[in-house]
Each structure stands twice: as structure tokens, then as C-alpha cells.
């Protein structure tokens, strides 16, 4: 059968963060009069799909939204992620082979407690899809490739402590641009050791360094995890025109790239040189997930010969790839109790900062070190959002896979912080029924919604 | 009084229409090769017993351009196309294209220039393999139409002879393939149907007739016969078109109705939606060539009174194709038209052949024929609802690009399922039944198009595109480009300009009379931010008349 690739566009026309924000309504504008005017969606192997909308429930079961989902998420958000739920569903279904959401606003920021919009994001498209395809399909294995010049802090965040999903994240340094994290030793908690990659790369990057990371990195980690499914963060300020990324890559790179990740759905993530860059790159990377020849594919201004990398930059790039693999190859010597030091408890503090709206969140997180099953995940947060002020809560997040000991633990906990009176709200997210409760502490109200 | 007329491909059926009453109808089997005949028998046995004077409108839709498509009888045309960086467009790297230097991006700015040498080269070859009509089409021409003039003036120079279109007044929307395809059908049909258009205008001058002259289009709008000149591609399907807006016509005003057409193996099924038709998203496929001309919504399901019926094992199956006529009308197999005469639902054909070729296909099944025929006629009706039910999901699951339109809710089912066709009257209340609305079997259903063409609204439509950044904007229909003129230019001036091009476009067709209700389908404002500064701003902006009909006819024929 011929290969046919699913797209949902949404360019949400009517929506922005604000006028001149770079996440406006001008922003695919472009790459719509392009895929139009090049006659894609008439392709036998391109069919075209009206997003649907995400429920609450369904981004509960990624996200803790403080004080609840409708106070963060906004209905561009829900159909954003409702357009990855939809391709999700017609590749499961064998409709489609693979599928491309290309929309806006994007995700892959938002962390597993949200108190705000952070780098343009409010909630993660990608997570709310891994959610809803281990709770509908019982898929176990999910590996996320994020290909956007930021790090993917919030997918990292999120998946940080789960072993089943393997999230991995080329990006320009931290040292160089927002977010600041995506270091090679951020690797993930103890039960996910190694479930977590961070590549991060020097400014100057070309398409021929890219594609060394991804065929000497990327596929063999890959290979080695055998995903049942693969989703690609796509953001495309890796563009050489990019007016936040400091990358060289072009549009024949990103298709390239994307030939040889074959992820099942890729989801428009960042990128914001929307008349140089954007057009041609979405067009180039949709040609690639369906088959087609793409090598006609080029902007304006770029010629052969016109883009060189650094010897520096390639020796650098190689360095990291190197370090990464001989990590990879040692990562089953590493143990859960090496990881913890031998306690019961493995705990970070986090200090995560709200860009869009300027304020500051302070975290410690805890899972559960469990030999027998992924943990679960306590994460005490106080922030002092715009909207309702100073605000402490308890959210505690089960994974589908944990032991009995584990779920009775973490409902203990849930029970405490109840009666604990500095938690304004306490979250339960039980992933092993699919539940997802509130207690507000004002009226002592407990609500639940269930899938 | 109006008349209205469908040139079909075996007949030509006439009506005229007064007050909102049929006056009277006519069937005229087509002369072959003798359209003008065919015109003038229709004109004299409707018009029996009234003055040419007191005609004010005469509407024709027809399937000529349909057919010499379908059956490739057109002229062949030299292509000349700009397609720039973009996608591998194998389909036209063949020998009468000839591919040129030259590019035009998404805001209309240049990005290659146009080599005139290799414009002059391609004249010479084609020159040399007979060509005499030529196609100049480049990617975004709707956006800077520049390179398309330059190269058809070019041709135009070397070989003034030669007939030269242009793809952004063929094909103003944004697809590429598309606007080849419908630049080349428009170069290759013009001439042909100059004479459909005087053969037109010859019948109406023998019959003294001077009344206003349209032409059905697509969409279920009209256009004047002689702008019709320009765009004859324009003309593909209005038959069905008519037929829809007749059944329409024939239907109580502002309901929501399916409009069932059940033919001889194919039944046709078109939406109105609370007295709208739906158009369909795209252009219309015709013959194998993709075109930006955007059709009413019809969905064609391969059954019909015709279709042949087989017992295989204990289960019927019909086939979509027709091997002659129904077995009751001396055909060699048993049909759904069978199954209605042993059911008494028609009284089309002869009764014992009838049941002699159900009780054939229930011999092995053993099934009484009364049986035999239920099931078929069941078989019929299940097909038809779930394709009916499919045409409403694919509606609602039309691509949305604003929050707006996703939000929307888009249930709907239909309030009346409107029969046209031969077997109509056997199957509509079945399926009435099974989709909950109100069967309509309306009179005159079998000249349908004729009333439809005769109520259609003349129709017009402006999409402008103004981009102040730099100071141009665009009309799509017209193909028309040009500088900004007006300061301060904001929405309110854009909106303006816009009404001013469609009410100015009226008045020169000599339709100024339709402008009383401007709609504004879309109204669109990007800010153009550069290095946080806003530079610009794009105004999307479309105005039309109200399309659909007249008036509508009688009661409605509404069954109870
Ligand atoms: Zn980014
Ligand atoms: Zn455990």
C-alpha cells in the first residue's frame, strides 16, 4: 500500500500571546500560502484532518494545572493538542503511516505543573499524546525526539522519572540561549536512568553535523530502546535565518533528518523566521514524511556552497557524540541505589522561571526509588502566579506501571497532604485507573474526573 | 418572465417561469451537431402563447464544456510554466512543457528573474509542432502576476496570432497544479465554446428575445453569457448545479434539505443548508485534470434504478455499472426497478417480467419475490443513507484554520430529503424514514434544471488581498493587481475598496439591481511584525452577493 501521511493544520488565525509576539497570528500564514500554492493536500498520500479538541481530563493526565486545567489552558491550547490526539488515533487505526500537526501554540516548555506560560508554552502537545496513547492503546514503549534549537525542558521535566518514554534533545547549549538546562548529565531520575538525552550543541551547526548526531546518536539509541512509537518535537529554529537559534541548518537538513528519524507523528514546535524559514521547512519536512522528492526544496538566498561550519564546531559536536555513547553503552552498570545513595528518596530542587509573565516557581521532587516499578512522584510547588497570588501545592503523580506498595504509598500521601494546611490544592494523578483528582482546601472540595 | 434551460448531453429541457409559477415545460431532444436547432425548439414550445417582450431573463446551464473535457475534444496548448523552488512536479516534465527560469514568492516579491531567451526558445518549438494556444502560468502569480505578462507579451510579440492565457486570471487561488490545469483548459476550450455562445445568441435573436442573458456557473451563481466568454471552464457542472438549486426552488425557503437525484446507476446527493447549498471545499476534479473551480457539494453514489442485481450464494449484491435497461422494460437483467414494480412502487415497466426476475434471483435462495424485492429495495436504501451519512461526516470534518470554526458546532441533519430523478419516488420515503426528515417529492422534479437555472441569482464575488507593507493589493477573481492609493488605509478602508470593486463589477454586467445585500465572507487582519515593529498589515477580505435563488415554487410538495 502507498505510504500516506496525516496532516493537521491550525494555524489558529484568530489567536495570539499579543500583537507583535513573536506567537501571532502571522506566524504559519506563510507556510499556508506556500503548502497551498505548491498543491500538497490534492498528493494521493496527504490527507488533511480537522483537529478536535483535548479534554481537561485528558491534559490532566500530563499536567497539573494550578488552580485547574481551565485557568491555564486556553481553547488554542486544547485544539493544538487536540490536533496531535487526532493523528495519533488515525496512525493507530493504520488510516495514516504517519502525520504531521502542524499548528500553534506549541508545547514542549510546559512542565508537569503548570503555573503559566513558559517559552510560549502552556501546555505540552506531546505528552498529552503519549498520555492518551499508553491509557487507549496500551502502548508501552514512546521515545520523543525534540529537534528544536531550545531544549525541551518541559518534556524532560515531565518524563524525567519514567523509564517507558525516552525523550531525547539535540538544542543550541544552555549556556547560550533560553532555557538554560539540557546539559549531557541530565539523564533522568534512578528508576529512568538514560530514559532521558540531552545533546547539546555549539552555535554554527550545519546540516552535516546534524545529520552525524542523528545517524551516530540519535538512530543508534533508537534502535537500541525499540519504541513502539516515535514522536518528533519539530521545532524549526535550527534555520539558518532563525532570529533566536544561532543554528546553520536548512530546509534540505530538516527533511533529511526527518527521512531518517521516521517518527510517526511530528509536531510543529518552535521557529520563528516565518517568511524565510518556515514555509519552505514545513513543506520540506511534509514531502519527507510522505515519500515524496523534496530536493526542489530550497529558500531563497541558499545556494550551495553559501553555509560552512567551523572545523571547531565539528570537532566539538563530535566530542559530545562520543561522550554520549560511551554513557549509553555503560548505562545498565548504573543502579537504582548507586543513583540515590542507598535511600529511599531521590529529590531535586527546582527553581523554574515563567517568562511569559514574570514570576518564579519554587519545586522539590520526590519519587519513590523503587527497585520493582518506576516510583511515583511527590512534587511540593509554590509560586506566586498573577493570577491568584501566593499559591503551595501537592501534587503526586502515580505511573501506570507502579507496585502495589507504591500505589498504597503514594494514596497515603495524597491523604496527608490533605490534612497538611500550607497545600492550598493537593493533585492526585493515578495512571494506573486513569483518575485525576483536586482537593481545594478553601472548601474543602474534592473532585475527580476519570477517562 | 424567465426561462430557464439545460443543454444536456442528450436533451435539452426548457421552462418558463412566471410569478413563481410554472408557466410551462419542455424536453427536446437534442439535433446532433445543431445546438442552435435544439435552442430554438426548446424556446417555441415553452414560449407557445407569449410575446418575446414580456421575456426578462433567460438562464441556461449546460454540460458542453463537461463533455469536450471528459472526452478530451479540446484544442491542444502549449504550456509555459514558472514554477520556482518548491515541490518535484514530475506530472508536467513532458514534452509540451517547457519549464522557465523565474520565481515569485508567497508575498509576491521576486526571486529569479525571467531568462527571455528561453521564453524565445520554447516559441520556437512550439512554433515548430504546430501550436497556436499557449498557457503562461508561475507560482504565487496571483500574488505578482509580472513574470506572467512578461512572458505572454513576449509571445504575443513573436507570434500575435496565437491565443495566450494567463494563469492568474484563470486560476487566481493559491495552488499551483490547479491553475495549470485551469489555464489550460480555459486556453483549450475558449474557442469552442464562442460557438455555443453565438448559437445562443442566434436562437434569441430568431425568437425577437432581448432579454438580460446568464449563464449557470458552477457554484450555483450566474454569470452573463458574455463575461462568461472568458471563463467557460466556469460552466463545468452547472448542470447539477441547476438541479440542486431547482430542488431547492421546488422546497419550502430556509430549511435544510437533501437533495436525492436518483438516476439510472448513479444517485447524486447534494446538501442545502438551512436554504444555502453547500459548495464543496475544493475545485472540481474533471476528466484527470484538478481545477480551482469550486462546484456545489455532490457526492455521486454508484446505484441506481439501472443497476444490475445478482444472488450470489444468499446474498444480493448490485453492481454500479448498467448493462441496458431493467428487466421489466426488456432488459437483460433483474434492477432496483424490478424490485419497485413487484413492490408497487412504480409503475414503470411490465408487471409479470417484473416479478418474473425476482422470483429468478430468490429461486436459489429460496425467497418469495416479494422478499426478493424488500431486500433489494432495503439493499438500495442502506447505501444511499450511509453514503448520506458519510457526506455529513466529511462536512463536519472539514479542515478548520481559526478557533472559531473548530468551536463551531456543525451538526446537522436534514429537515426534507427532496426527490429528483426516475426512481426518486420508490426510495426517498425509505430513506426519508431512516435519516428522520420529511420526504418531498416535488412536481416538475424531472425539469428540475430548467428551474433551477431560471431562479439562479446572478452572483458576483471579490477577494482582495492588501498587503500595506508593500503598498499593493490584489483581486482574485479579476486577476487584477495594483498600488495602494489611499491614506490612511485601515480595515474600513480595505472593506471599501472591496465593496467599491464588486458594486463596480456589478454595474458594468448590468446586474446593479442585485446589490442590495453585500455578505462579508471573510475578513481577515495579519499584523506584519519585523524586529518587533509592526511594518504592515494583510487584509484577507471576500464580499459577495447572496448566491442561491429567486424565488421559490408553490407549496413545496411536501408529503405527508
Ligand atoms: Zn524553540
Ligand atoms: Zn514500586
Redesign the pocket.
Known amino acids: 500500500m502507498k505510504k500516506r501521511t496525516g496532516l493537521v493544520f491550525f494555524p489558529a488565525f484568530d489567536w495570539s500571546i499579543a500583537p507583535i509576539h513573536p506567537e501571532r497570528e502571522e506566524r504559519l500564514l506563510y507556510t499556508r500560502d506556500q503548502i497551498f500554492e505548491e498543491g500538497v493536500l490534492d498528493l494521493p498520500e496527504i490527507i488533511e484532518y480537522r483537529p478536535q479538541v483535548a479534554t481537561p481530563h485528558e491534559i490532566a493526565r500530563a499536567h497539573f494545572c494550578v488552580p485547574g486545567v481551565d485557568d491555564q489552558v486556553l481553547v488554542a491550547h486544547r485544539i493544538a493538542a487536540g490536533a496531535a490526539i487526532r493523528l495519533s488515533d488515525r496512525i493507530m487505526s493504520g488510516e495514516i503511516n504517519n502525520g504531521f500537526a502542524i499548528v500553534r501554540p506549541p508545547g514542549h516548555h510546559a512542565m508537569r505543573v503548570v503555573h503559566g506560560n513558559r517559552g510560549f508554552c502552556s501546555i505540552n502537545n506531546e505528552a498529552v499524546v503519549v498520555e492518551h496513547l499508553r491509557r487507549t492503546y496500551g502502548i508501552k514503549r514512546i521515545a520523543i525526539v525534540d529537534t528544536d534549537v531550545h531544549h525541551g525542558d518541559g518534556t524532560q521535566d515531565i518524563y524525567y522519572h519514567d523509564p517507558d518514554v525516552l525523550f531525547i534533545s539535540f538544542h543550541q547549549d544552555g549556556r547560550t540561549i533560553f532555557p538554560g538546562t539540557g546539559f549531557t548529565d541530565e539523564l533522568g531520575g534512578p528508576t529512568a536512568y538514560a530514559a532521558t538525552i540531552n545533546i547539546p550543541l555549539p552555535p554554527g551547526v550545519t546540516d552535516s553535523s546534524l545529520l552525524y548526531v542523528i545517524d551516530n546518536l540519535v538512530l543508534p539509541i533508537l534502535k537500541d530502546f525499540e519504541p513502539e512509537f516515535v514522536i518528533n518535537s519539530a521545532g524549526q529554529d535550527n534555520h539558518f535565518t532563525d532570529p533566536l537559534g544561532s543554528m546553520l541548518i536548512t530546509a534540505q537538513g530538516y527533511a533529511r533528518m526527518t527521512e531518517k528519524l521516521k517518527p510517526d507523528l511530528a509536531v510543529l514546535e518552535g521557529g520563528y523566521a516565518i517568511e524565510s524559514a518556515l514555509p519552505y521547512v514545513n513543506l520540506a519536512i511534509l514531502l519527507a514524511l510522505a515519500g515524496r522528492d523534496y530536493s526542489y526544496v530550497t529558500e531563497p538566498g541558499n545556494h550551495p556552497g553559501k553555509i560552512v561550519e567551523n572545523s571547531q564546531v565539528t570537532n566539538y559536536v563530535h566530542q559530545v557524540v562520543d561522550q554520549l555513547q560511551q554513557m549509553w553503552d555503560k548505562r545498565k552498570d548504573v543502579t537504582v541505589s548507586q543513583l540515590c545513595g542507598g535511600s529511599k528518596y531521590y529529590q531535586r530542587h527546582k527553581n523554574i522561571f515563567y517568562d511569559t509573565e514574570y514570576f518564579e516557581e519554587k519545586q522539590l521532587e520526590k519519587v519513590?526509588a523503587?527497585v520493582?516499578?518506576p516510583?511515583y512522584v511527590l512534587i511540593d510547588s509554590h509560586a506566586a502566579q498573577p493570577k491568584i497570588g501566593r499559591c503551595r501545592v501537592m501534587a503526586i503523580s502515580i505511573h501506570n506501571r507502579?507496585?502495589k506498595?507504591?500505589i498504597a504509598e503514594a494514596w497515603e500521601a495524597y491523604y496527608e497532604a490533605k490534612k497538611d494546611y500550607r497545600y492550598s490544592y493537593v493533585y492526585l494523578q493515578d495512571k494506573t485507573d486513569d483518575t485525576f483528582i483536586t482537593f481545594r482546601r478553601d472548601d474543602q472540595k474534592e473532585w475527580r474526573t476519570e477517562g | 418572465m424567465y426561462i430557464g434551460i439545460d443543454v444536456g448531453g442528450t436533451c435539452t429541457d426548457a421552462v418558463l417561469l412566471s410569478e413563481g409559477k410554472v408557466r410551462s415545460t419542455a424536453k427536446i431532444y437534442n439535433t446532433p451537431n445543431n445546438l442552435l436547432t435544439s435552442l430554438v425548439q426548446a424556446l417555441d414550445s415553452v414560449m407557445k402563447g407569449v410575446s418575446a417582450g414580456d421575456i426578462e431573463r433567460v438562464v441556461l446551464s449546460t454540460t458542453m464544456i463537461t463533455n469536450l473535457i471528459v472526452e478530451r475534444k479540446y484544442d491542444p496548448v502549449g504550456l509555459l510554466i514558472m514554477p520556482g523552488p518548491g515541490r518535484k512536479l514530475e506530472h508536467y516534465r513532458n514534452a509540451d512543457v517547457h519549464i522557465l527560469s523565474g520565481a515569485i514568492d508567497y508575498r509576491g516579491r521576486e526571486i529569479i528573474p525571467v531568462n527571455e531567451e528561453e521564453v524565445l526558445q520554447a516559441i520556437k518549438e512550439f512554433d515548430a509542432k504546430g501550436y497556436n494556444k499557449v498557457a503562461v502560468v508561475g507560482k504565487f502569480s496571483p500574488r505578482n502576476n509580472r513574470h506572467e505578462l512578461q512572458v505572454a507579451e513576449l509571445v504575443k510579440k513573436h507570434k500575435p496570432h496565437w491565443q495566450v492565457e494567463m494563469g492568474h486570471r484563470a486560476g487566481g487561488q493559491l495552488n499551483f497544479p490547479r491553475r495549470v490545469d485551469t489555464t489550460v483548459l480555459t486556453c483549450a476550450t475558449k474557442e469552442k465554446y464562442r460557438y455555443f455562445v453565438q448559437s445562443v445568441n442566434e436562437a434569441l435573436k430568431k425568437r425577437d428575445i432581448k432579454a438580460q442573458v446568464f449563464i449557470m456557473k458552477a457554484d450555483g451563481g450566474t454569470m452573463t453569457l458574455e463575461s462568461s466568454e472568458q471563463s467557460p471552464v466556469e460552466t463545468i457542472f452547472s448542470g447539477p448545479a441547476a438541479s440542486t438549486l431547482g430542488a431547492q426552488a421546488l422546497t419550502a425557503a430556509g430549511e435544510t434539505s437533501l437533495v436525492v437525484d436518483i438516476g439510472g446507476t448513479t444517485t447524486d446527493l447534494a446538501l442545502i443548508l438551512s436554504g444555502k447549498p453547500l459548495l464543496s471545499s475544493k475545485g472540481v476534479m474533471v476528466g484527470d485534470k484538478l481545477t480551482q473551480v469550486r462546484t456545489l457539494a455532490v457526492k455521486s453514489v454508484p446505484v441506481g434504478g439501472d443497476s444490475v442485481v445478482e444472488m450470489v450464494g444468499k446474498e444480493l449484491i448490485i453492481y454500479s455499472e448498467r448493462m441496458g435497461q431493467p428487466y421489466c422494460l426488456g432488459g437483460p437483467f433483474p434492477t432496483p426497478t424490478d424490485a419497485l414494480n413487484v413492490m408497487g412502487l412504480t409503475r414503470l415497466g411490465d408487471k409479470d417480467r417484473a416479478w418474473e426476475a425476482m422470483s429468478r434471483l430468490g429461486k436459489w435462495a429460496n425467497m418469495s419475490p416479494v422478499e426478493v424485492a424488500k431486500n433489494i429495495i432495503n439493499l438500495v436504501v442502506d447505501t444511499i443513507v450511509k453514503e448520506i451519512e458519510n457526506m455529513f461526516l466529511e462536512w463536519e470534518q472539514e479542515p478548520a484554520y481559526r478557533i472559531w470554526e473548530v468551536m463551531q458546532k456543525r451538526r446537522v441533519r436534514p429537515q426534507n430529503v427532496v426527490g429528483v430523478g426516475g426512481g426518486a419516488a420508490g426510495f426517498v420515503p425509505q430513506i426519508a424514514i431512516r435519516i428522520g426528515g420529511t420526504p418531498v417529492l416535488p412536481p416538475y422534479a424531472s425539469v428540475a434544471n430548467a428551474i433551477g437555472a431560471a431562479v439562479a441569482r446572478p452572483t458576483l464575488q471579490v477577494t482582495m488581498r492588501a498587503d500595506t507593507e508593500q503598498n499593493i493589493f490584489s483581486i482574485e477573481e479579476d486577476g487584477y493587481q495594483g498600488k495602494i492609493n489611499r491614506s490612511p488605509f485601515g480595515f474600513e478602508q480595505a472593506l471599501d475598496l472591496a465593496k467599491e470593486w464588486l458594486i463596480n463589477k456589478a454595474s458594468r454586467m448590468n446586474i446593479g439591481d442585485q446589490m442590495q445585500d453585500v455578505e462579508i465572507t471573510r475578513r481577515e487582519v495579519f499584523n506584519i511584525v519585523r524586529d518587533l515593529k509592526t511594518t504592515g498589515k494583510i487584509y484577507d477580505i471576500c464580499v459577495q452577493t447572496p448566491r442561491g435563488i429567486q424565488w421559490h415554487i408553490g407549496a413545496g410538495g411536501k408529503l405527508i
Do not use: A, K, L, Y
Open positions: 519513590r523503587c520493582s516499578c516510583g507502579c507496585c506498595n507504591c
